[in-house]
């Protein structure tokens, strides 16, 4: 089992930034890809971001890519999506999930944490 808290989100106007973070725990993340997604009203759930915890790979959905940053800390067992230059369509519940690197089903999410961009 993992564990996830997400936390970070807000209310914040356009063009302006947020960083969320995602702690983890339970268990060791090697072989592990931590991702992001976000759910707005009425949509279905959609990939933002993904990073692979062993190693420097990283994946951004067309949408944030150039904006949204995904980074790790290791020794923290976090990973943390940083937002800038925010629009209104950006406005979601944003997630963090975590799958095994060889499997491309995410197993375990978290709660969530609410990002709404104001224009």
């Known amino acids: 089992q993992v564990q996830l808290v997400e936390s970070g989100g807000g209310l914040v106007q356009t063009g302006g930034s947020l960083r969320l973070s995602c702690a983890a725990s339970?268990?060791?993340?090697?072989?592990?890809?931590m991702g992001w997604f976000r759910q707005a009203p009425g949509k279905e759930r959609e990939f933002v971001a993904a990073i692979s915890w062993s190693g420097p790979s990283t994946y951004y959905s067309s949408s944030v890519k150039g904006r949204f940053t995904i980074s790790r800390d290791n020794a923290k067992n976090t990973v943390y999506l940083q937002m800038d230059s925010l629009k209104p369509e950006d406005t979601a519940i944003y997630y963090c999930?975590?799958?095994?690197?060889?499997?491309?089903?995410?197993?375990?999410w978290g709660q969530g944490t609410q990002v709404t961009v104001s224009s």
């Open positions: 999930a975590v799958r095994r690197a060889s499997l491309k089903q995410y197993d375990f």
């Open positions: 339970g268990r060791t993340l090697n072989n592990y890809v």
